[in-house]
């Protein structure tokens, strides 16, 4: 994919506040300070575009992305962090739950996962859940710098025994290295017919 131009559309925690369903969506989802945002950032070659952080559960807001004025990316704030405070956390679920279910012009969830460590029931639940709803889901493990090209492949298959899915199902990502960018790409445009 070739990136043009990209450009912040609105943040928003509930539907009225959506852009107008006008475009084919994609949306990505994981864990807080997996690397949402810095894939998306890779995504669409911007360093800033979306704002990153070491600090987990920066982004709490739905944000929405265009490129080249022909597709939308959403950044989904992330799930499974205990530190920010209750009255935050209690709004997440439904913020997300109400966007995934709802929104017309979703194609597809990018769940990212964080390469070092085997998912959980928490992940498990998520892609469970995006299959009762219809939505097609995206696994990217991400962070793959952080280990040796052995170690990656011994992991992806340890990550595909944990969540029953076939190993070719994860694609091995880096926003470090843009390792996995164009099998991200790909797969983003098998979903959105571009
Ligand atoms: P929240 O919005 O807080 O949920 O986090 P996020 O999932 O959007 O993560 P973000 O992209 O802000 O990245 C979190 C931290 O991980 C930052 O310090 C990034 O620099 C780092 N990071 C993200 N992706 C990679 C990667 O592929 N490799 C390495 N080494 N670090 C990464
Ligand atoms: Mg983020």
Redesign the pocket.
């Known amino acids: 994919m070739l990136v043009k131009s990209a450009e912040f559309v609105t943040s928003a925690v509930k539907p009225t506040q959506y852009p107008e369903a006008l475009l084919p969506e994609v949306a990505f989802a ?10 998306i ?1 890779t995504l669409v070659n911007r360093k800033r575009l ?10 709490q807001l739905i944000n929405f992305f265009t490129v080249n004025q022909n597709l939308s990316l959403v ?1 989904l ?2 799930y499974g ?1 205990a530190r920010v405070p209750e009255s935050v956390r209690r709004h997440w679920g439904p913020m997300i739950e109400t966007y995934l279910k709802g929104r017309e012009t979703l194609r597809a969830v990018v769940l ?1 996962l964080d390469i070092r460590r085997i998912p959980g029931i928490e992940e498990q639940n998520f892609i469970d859940w995006l299959s009762l709803y219809g939505r097609a889901a995206i696994l990217v493990l ?5 280990l040796s090209k052995s170690a990656q492949k011994k992991q992806r298959r340890a990550i595909a025994g944990a969540l029953n899915v076939d190993e070719t199902a994860l694609t091995l ?4 290295t843009r390792q996995g960018l164009p099998q991200v790409w790909s797969a983003i445009e098998r979903v959105t017919g571009d």
Request: no cysteine.
């Open positions: 994981g864990r807080s300070n997996v690397g949402k945002s810095s894939l950032n979306v704002k990153t952080s070491s600090t987990p559960g920066r982004t950044d704030p992330g962090y990212i991400t962070k793959a710098d952080k990502f880096s926003a470090k």
